[in-house]
């Protein structure tokens, strides 16, 4: 029999739509949830009254984190705006890198080599793996399941061992620049590149079979934080969350870019539209991520060009026009709309992040009856980073 | 050894009543020393188990092999500030951690550690542990009410609702214990389980036994039900305000629990300090076979390492489903298995109920 909670000590609807909560009565209490705060990730904050252990209702605050970055893009040169954008959602930068500079080819009238696409659809799904495991060990970690993310956290490791091999650097790689990338595959990465995959195929076994199959996983999970699938088209709701509403909605599939129209895989979708099912669709992706990594290895070319010819980049100036360049990170659709005006500097940079629309608008329509201790859990499980809400 | 220091207090003229003062004075030093000493090696057990759990190596930096971990933490503390929030009652906010160690440490006194080794040999021992565990909740509830926090208040809250519920639950598994042993003093349910490892309660008593420690889990606010003090929803529940000593006390308490809690349950359920090989020919005659500490101590280990285990693999348990499987589940159980325990006594079942009703 379902849980239902007695709800009628909760505050009545005003005529015009909002609550009347009034914070003297004693049955209310505003609680904050950040800006410093274990249970939410990164620099935001949830405001919450709860009537009781549940949140009757819920208001999110960023700003925390804001840097100005697209504004600070304004005056840069397309060079120097590199980096910058990999900044922007610190733990998967090479979205950023990929989308600006895809941006700017196009708008350049520069097309990268093919060979320098097919390292780059490699380093996308490489960051890919890199977000997923951090999810876990977040997802885990939000309802008090430390091991988690240790194991995803050595995991991840393995990854950015491969990543400082192929562009000397760990975290921010800047290795996506216009026209191509900056270096081909060193010697023996391949086989490195096996034994990783490996070794992450095994630590998700051990993932799946402790957090998983948990009972008390699956109780804090199953049934929590529904997303309706109508909500999908007007929230702005992409990537896993919606797949895991069972929308198989999939920019490497609907509309492929690099070489994804080469490689072969269904998008992963989910039934339930609940936190455990999000969380399963997710482990499924890094799975298929996997596979993809393993396929690019196969059929990638070991020889051409890299990097595609380049006016002086410091005079570089690109003619007006505007453009908007989509792809799908590990949270969903993420795009870059640039537009120039024939000078040396982007008129504008703006930043369309899956986090924002997620963690702003749509937690705070989850938030409501839900318990506090699932605050936390249901944040993590839209997966937002919130260096990327405030761009 | 109580005689030879009687004969020289004796000898140094000390009055009577002086005399069984002092003895009993030693006799709390000579159990609260080791027990301190265990609290917080316990600590740095939990931190290399977990940290081997995570593929990590946990404290080395301090002595060998991070021995003197627990020392250097407590030295920390000890030189910390005490700090007394804005709005705070000044007075129950330095109490409640007392209130919360007294009990812990005061439960100790019944304990038998071996067959004669127990500082006060109370007949209703079980029923003073009963009284004292359930206090402890009193430390908790003042501790989030003085601090004037909201995360501290939803705590206590929280905290409170949990250990009186699966007190019950508690309750009745140790009603199951009494039953077969027809004694609430511990050393007696010890003695009514000779006869080596078959014939531990643990065995007729099993869903009890299960539910005892679960309960106890609870009891201590430990994970996967460590609501108390979630950490991703209310930062650390009821002591978020407390710092240096003030707060380890806490820390202590909480650890002297489970400490108890653990070896309870070696008492009631695995034989307390008897030998798993009793009884087993080739091992009749050695030492292997007789009664001592030692079994109590690693019985206890056991059951504290099952503590750090949950911990390192269980994610947290939602409040009201804490208190669903407190109510609907396990005091039914315990209810139902009562009543096959006073059939099986009846009916004289197996080694434990042998002697029957006129064991009782």
């Known amino acids: 029999m379902a849980y239902q909670p007695d709800r009628s000590q909760y505050p009545q609807r005003r005529p015009d739509g909002t609550l009347d909560i009034d914070l003297t009565s004693g049955k209310y209490l505003k609680l904050w949830q950040g800006p410093q705060h274990p249970g939410i990730t990164g620099n935001m904050s949830v405001e919450l009254t709860v009537c009781g252990d549940e949140v009757v209702a819920g208001k999110t605050h960023v700003g925390y984190l804001h840097r100005g970055f697209e504004k600070l893009m ?60 951090m999810y876990l060990g977040g997802q885990a970690g939000s309802l008090g399941q430390g091991v988690i993310g240790q194991w995803t956290t050595y995991a991840r490791d393995l990854m950015l061992d491969r990543f400082e091999e192929l562009t000397g650097a760990r975290i921010y790689h800047m290795f996506i620049l216009p026209g191509g990338v900056r270096d081909g595959l060193p010697e023996g990465f391949k086989q490195r590149m096996e034994e990783t995959l490996k070794e992450i195929e095994s630590i998700l076994k051990d993932v799946y079979n402790v957090m998983y ?20 088209d007007s929230y702005g709701i992409t990537g896993p969350t919606a797949r895991a509403a069972g929308v198989a909605k999939d920019v490497r599939r609907d509309q492929p870019y690099l070489v994804y129209d080469q490689l072969d895989f269904e998008p992963i979708t989910g039934k339930d539209s609940d936190i455990y099912t999000r969380a399963d669709v997710r482990r499924r992706d890094l799975l298929m991520s996997v596979d993809l990594i393993r396929q690019i290895l196969a059929k990638m070319p070991d020889s051409g060009e890299l990097m595609a010819k380049l006016p002086n980049v410091l005079h570089w100036q690109i003619p007006r026009g505007e453009t908007y360049i989509r792809g799908e990170c590990s949270r969903g ?59 | 050894m109580v005689e030879s220091i009687l004969s020289l207090l004796t000898l140094l003229g000390f009055p009577d009543w002086l005399q069984s003062v002092i003895i009993i004075m030693l006799k709390i030093v000579v159990i609260l020393i080791p027990l301190l000493t265990a609290v917080a090696y316990f600590t740095l057990a939990e931190r290399k188990v977990i940290a081997y759990m995570h593929v990590r190596i946990g404290p080395n930096r301090v002595g060998p092999r991070g021995l003197l971990q627990p020392i250097a933490d407590a030295v920390k503390l000890m030189f910390k500030e005490i700090i007394i929030p804005h709005g705070a009652d000044k007075a129950l906010f330095l109490f409640a951690p007392v209130l919360s160690m007294a009990p812990a440490l005061a439960a100790w006194a019944v304990i038998p550690f071996e067959a004669e080794m127990v500082l006060a040999q109370v007949d209703a021992s079980l029923l003073y542990i009963l009284a004292l565990t359930s206090m402890g909740v009193y430390g908790v509830i003042i501790a989030g009410w003085a601090s004037n926090s909201k995360y501290a208040l939803l ?21 199951g214990v009494l039953m077969a042993a027809g004694s609430i003093n511990l050393g007696e349910i010890v003695m009514g389980q000779q006869g080596g490892f078959w014939h531990w309660y643990w065995l007729p008593l099993f869903p009890l036994f299960v539910i005892y420690f679960i309960s106890g889990v609870a009891e201590t606010n430990r994970a996967p039900f460590d609501v108390a003090e979630g950490e991703s929803e209310i930062v650390a529940g009821f002591h978020v305000d407390y710092s240096g000593m003030a707060f380890a006390v806490f820390f202590l308490a909480e650890y002297a629990n489970m400490i108890l809690v653990a070896m309870l349950a070696a008492l009631m359920f695995l034989g307390g300090w008897l030998s798993p090989f009793e009884g087993i020919g080739i091992f009749a005659d050695s030492w292997l076979a007789a009664p001592s500490i030692l079994w109590l101590l690693v019985k206890t280990s056991l059951f504290m390492f099952l503590y750090l285990w949950f911990r390192a693999t269980f994610p947290r348990y939602r409040y009201d489903q804490i208190m669903r499987l407190g109510w609907k589940v396990f005091i039914p159980i315990t209810i139902v298995w009562i009543l096959v325990i006073g059939v099986a006594i009846v009916a004289e079942v197996g080694p434990w109920f042998a002697a029957g009703v006129a064991h009782g």
């Open chain 1, 333 to 391: 659709e993420y795009g870059y709309y640039l537009v120039t005006d024939g000078s040396g500097y982007p008129r504008r940079v703006n930043v369309r992040g899956p986090s924002y629309t997620h963690a702003v608008a749509l937690l705070e329509r989850l938030i409501v009856n839900i318990n506090i201790a699932d605050v936390a859990a249901l944040m993590v499980s839209l997966h937002t980073y919130p260096p990327e809400i405030e761009r």
């Open chain 1, 213 to 232: 199959c948990n009972a008390v996983f699956k109780k804090r999970t199953v049934g929590i934080g529904y997303i309706d699938p109508q909500l999908l």
């Open chain 1, 74 to 133: 304004e005056r840069r040169t397309f060079i120097q705006c590199f980096p910058i954008v990999c900044r922007i959602c610190v733990p998967e930068p090479d979205f950023n890198e990929y989308c600006y500079a895809a941006a700017v080819e196009e708008l350049a009238g520069i097309t990268s080599p093919e060979r320098a696409n097919w390292i780059r659809t490699l380093i996308l799904e490489m960051g890919r793996i890199n977000s997923y495991m």
């Open chain 2, 155 to 175: 705590g206590a809250m929280r905290s409170a609702a949990q250990i009186v519920s699966y007190e019950i639950a508690m309750g009745f598994a140790l009603v």
